[in-house]
């Protein structure tokens, strides 16, 4: 392998993570200039990505969850770089990584950094980007109030397990829906915008998403509907969800939605939401579901 020089950026809870370590070292072994910082505290992602880019970078490692990756890939999105962005999934729910087929094994998935990085699009909310999904309605509740206990007990399951228990809360949104060619209005459980496929731990909102086709996936979940038929649909079922593909969409809702943009959490009463194409550069397996013409 040529002479390559990246930098990982590791979530602080994986610090000691000893598989993490072996996977670094091998790298560096197969001529890798591979160096690491550690967040610690809010802000650290961004910052980071800046001093890399700052330093000649030309490679950026995500180390850690969904929110980990949306951090990075905001930052680098916002910079406008030519640098390539790799993904080390170390999370719970690794809803990115694995709908895009990335390993979760530490060495397999720094690998990727010897496969041409791929031209791929961003999300973007007001002045926020995200590589993944924004989820919307009962959905982003259960996933914005998940706890970190139980996520470490019982994994992605905790996000059912969550679900279940606040199935009472159970509530629809009145909304309009709105983009080039299309217009719906109505009362909704779930929302699902996705440049990526799925959120909350396997909830697989937008299944036939891609990364780089200049689009942005719609999943409507409409109400009423039979509640625990509704459950079960919204935590990864199909059969009941409006569809729809657009280069944007706006979301309207006059008693403010609440919206979960991979961990990030968002509340307003009017949001647009676009795809910017091309935005960043990823390392992505060859045959990853998510890339348009995969090879």
Not at 63 to 68: E, L, S
Not at 96 to 118: D, I, N, T, Y
Not at 228 to 255: H, M, N, Y
Not at 266 to 276: G, P, V
Request: aromatic share 4%.
């Amino acid at each position: 392998m040529s002479e390559r020089k990246a930098m990982l950026i590791l979530h602080g809870k994986q610090a000691m993570n000893e598989a993490v370590r072996e996977a670094v070292m091998a790298m560096r072994g197969r001529g890798c200039q591979l160096d690491v910082r550690v967040t610690w505290e809010g802000g650290d992602a961004q910052r980071l990505v800046s001093e890399a880019l700052a330093d000649g970078y030309r490679q950026v490692i995500a180390g850690g969850g969904d929110g980990t990756l949306r951090e990075v890939a905001e930052a680098m999105g916002k910079a406008r770089t030519e640098a390539s962005l790799a993904l080390l999934p170390l999370g719970t729910a690794n809803d990115f990584a694995k709908a895009a087929g990335v390993s979760l094994e530490p060495a397999e998935a720094l690998a990727l950094l010897e496969l041409p990085a791929r031209p791929v699009d961003l999300g973007q909310v007001g002045d926020q980007l995200f590589l993944n999904m924004a989820t919307g309605g009962f959905g982003s509740q259960v996933t914005a109030s998940t706890s970190e206990d139980l996520k470490k007990m019982l994994g992605a399951a905790a996000y059912l397990f969550t679900g279940l228990s606040r199935f009472s809360e159970l509530q629809a949104a009145s909304v309009q829906v709105s983009g080039p060619g299309f217009d719906w209005q109505g009362d909704l459980l779930a929302l699902g915008i996705g440049n990526g496929r799925q959120a909350g731990g396997g909830q697989a909102l937008c299944p036939e998403a891609r990364v780089d086709d200049g689009l942005l996936d719609v999943a409507i979940l409409p109400a009423p509907v039979e509640m625990v038929g509704a459950l079960r649909d919204l935590l990864g079922g199909e059969g009941l969800f409006v569809r729809t593909r657009l280069p944007w969409v706006e979301i309207k809702c006059s008693q403010g939605l609440d919206i979960n943009l991979d961990g990030e959490p968002l509340k307003a009463d009017s949001l647009r939401f676009e795809a910017r194409p091309s935005a960043l550069r990823l390392h992505l397996p060859s045959d990853s579901p998510l890339l348009s013409h995969p090879g």
